[in-house]
T-cell receptor, first 113, second 111 residues
Framework: NAGVTQTPKFQVLKTGQSMTLQCAQDMNHNSMYWYRQDPGMGLRLIYY???????DKGEVPNGYNVSRLNKREFSLRLESAAPSQTSVYFCASTVLGAPYEQYFGPGTRLTVT | GEDVEQSLFLSVREGDSSVINCTYTDSSSTYLYWYKQEPGAGLQLLTY?????DMKQDQRLTVLLNKKDKHLSLRIADTQTGDSAIYFCAAPLYNFNKFYFGSGTKLNVKP
């Protein structure tokens, strides 16, 4: 059981470049999430997917798109990277049942220059 | 949405107790959570409390919930250097589709 996996671990982009962050979980969870973590700001929700085939915006969706490819995979795309998107990105999934624990991936550290 | 607030830093000496505080705004949260983040890693669930409880004890961890004041605290007894990490308080939306995290409290344990 690998849990939640994310690729890549590190990435440096130039302003205007695009990239996709990949996330997969092998726990058969319905809900998946993308967060960004910035110093002093905690975790902020970018997008979430309550089930396969559905996606919804979180607190900070501007500049991002997502795809819930199947039940296992949830990708995050930056179409035109900006320095303000320099952050650590975490994918998470949640078991549907008390206590609704969130399982997190190891994170992707993205720098946009 | 929900507002979850925490102080940013706490420094204690090894062997002392640590108390990390959190306030939240949505009284309908059925569970409240504490997550721990070690350097360079993702978050892991440390403990949680159901909203109809005032206190939950789990080995060195004690969670206190004051629903009236919407205040949650995490007490770590006999704090060790291995407890140095960032601790996040979290509260869910009523349908558990979203979770709101505090800014995280960085606990520094001095030997």
């Amino acid at each position: 059981n690998a849990g939640v996996t994310q690729t890549p671990k590190f990435q440096v982009l130039k302003t205007g470049q695009s990239m996709t962050l990949q996330c997969a979980q092998d726990m058969n969870h319905n809900s998946m999430y993308w967060y960004r973590q910035d110093p002093g700001m905690g975790l902020r929700l970018i997008y979430y997917s309550a089930s396969e085939g559905t996606t919804d915006k979180g607190e900070v969706p501007n500049g991002y798109n997502v795809s819930r490819l199947n039940k296992r995979e949830f990708s995050l795309r930056l179409e035109s990277a900006a320095p303000s998107q320099t952050s650590v990105y975490f994918c998470a999934s949640t078991v549907l049942g008390a206590p609704y624990e969130q399982y997190f991936g190891p994170g992707t550290r993205l720098t946009v220059t | 949405g929900e507002d979850v607030e925490q102080s940013l830093f706490l420094s204690v000496r090894e062997g002392d107790s640590s108390v990390i505080n959190c306030t939240y705004t949505d009284s309908s949260s059925t569970y409240l959570y504490w997550y721990k983040q070690e350097p360079g890693a993702g978050l892991q669930l440390l403990t949680y409390i159901f909203s109809n409880m005032d206190m939950k004890q789990d080995q060195r961890l004690t969670v206190l919930l004051n629903k009236k004041d919407k205040h949650l605290s995490l007490r770590i007894a006999d704090t060790q250097t291995g407890d140095s990490a960032i601790y996040f308080c979290a509260a869910p939306l009523y349908n558990f589709n979203k979770f709101y995290f505090g800014s995280g409290t960085k606990l520094n344990v001095k030997p």
